[in-house]
């Protein structure tokens, strides 16, 4: 169930980066983290209510509170290097720290992966690096682009270790996902009213119109983020953190092949040969769990 968990993890969170990079394109990216995260938050407290989640609250919550803190700013800074950069480039890059820091914790707690999935976890690991291409250090790429992604990687990294540890159960996780969502409303809203202070507009071109039109895409965007959130914590509850973190962090093969498929992105030959290790590395790790 680890592999199955994770590998779903993959494929949410590569289409929600693929849909929130390509709205960043014609939106702030401020507006498409809180508007997102906003509609995310209405459907996870009717779930809440619905289920009774909020009977799960404890002090575990403050791990979602953290996730909630860090994540708004990982989202923006991927979300504007996805807008700057190319996404076959960007996404395989911010994968960097969802596979590292998920996996320093759980070698901290003692977890000790057997041969077969350290092979794994190296083949996915150079996959999910050739994914990226020889073009991170041309100039085709620049250097904010770079900074960006790399700060939003160790965010989402931090994110996927704290929300791992909010909850032990599935109602409890439905509750720590929403606090983790009205943290992240709270502080992408503080952000985006200074944004809107200085003199940033807030609402695209066309104003609340163009706003409202974009909303079922904010709403996907959102939602398959919570649901990544989500499958991700199931899978490092019901197995190993090291191979649960390792086969999450192939969301960039999605977000690629989202970009060749309607962006009709060139991937080079060795961003190709990436995504097929990658994808045996996740293979190997599902078969020696």
């Known amino acids: 169930m680890t592999a199955i968990f994770a590998l779903a993890t993959s494929l949410l969170w590569g289409l929600a980066d693929f849909g929130g990079g390509l709205l960043t394109r014609r939106l702030q990216a401020l507006t498409v983290v809180v508007v997102s995260q906003t509609l995310a938050a209405v459907v996870l407290g009717a779930i ?23 994540g708004p700013t990982a989202m923006l800074c991927f979300y504007r290097a996805l807008a700057l950069g190319p996404m076959g480039v960007v996404s395989p890059l911010a994968s960097f720290g969802t596979v590292l820091v998920p996996l320093g914790v759980g070698i901290v707690a003692g977890e000790r992966p057997g041969l077969m999935q350290v092979t794994g976890m190296l083949v996915a690991v150079i996959g999910v690096v050739l994914a990226g291409g020889p073009r991170i250090s041309g100039a085709s790429v620049a250097r904010r682009t770079i900074v960006l992604t790399l700060i939003s990687a160790l965010g989402f990294g931090a994110v996927m270790a704290l929300i791992s540890e909010a909850s032990t159960t599935v109602t409890g996780l439905f509750l720590a996902l929403f606090v983790q969502r009205l943290c992240n409303v709270a502080v992408g809203g503080a952000a985006l009213y200074a944004s809107v202070r200085r003199g940033t507009p807030a609402l695209p071109e066309g104003g609340l119109p163009a706003l409202r039109d974009a909303l079922p895409a904010l709403g996907f965007v959102g939602i398959a983020d919570v649901a990544a959130n989500g499958t991700y914590a199931l ?10 973190a390792v086969l999450a962090s192939l969301y960039p093969v999605v977000t690629s092949l989202a970009a060749l498929g309607i962006l009709k992105e060139r991937l080079r030959a060795i961003q190709t040969a990436g995504a097929s290790l990658a994808l045996v590395g996740s293979a190997l790790l599902a078969s020696g769990g």
């Open 48 to 70: 809440v209510l619905a289920t009774g989640g909020w009977r799960e609250a404890g002090p575990q919550l403050w791990f979602a509170v953290g996730a909630g803190v860090v």
């Open 235 to 244: 899978a490092a509850q019901s197995g190993p953190v090291t191979m649960a």
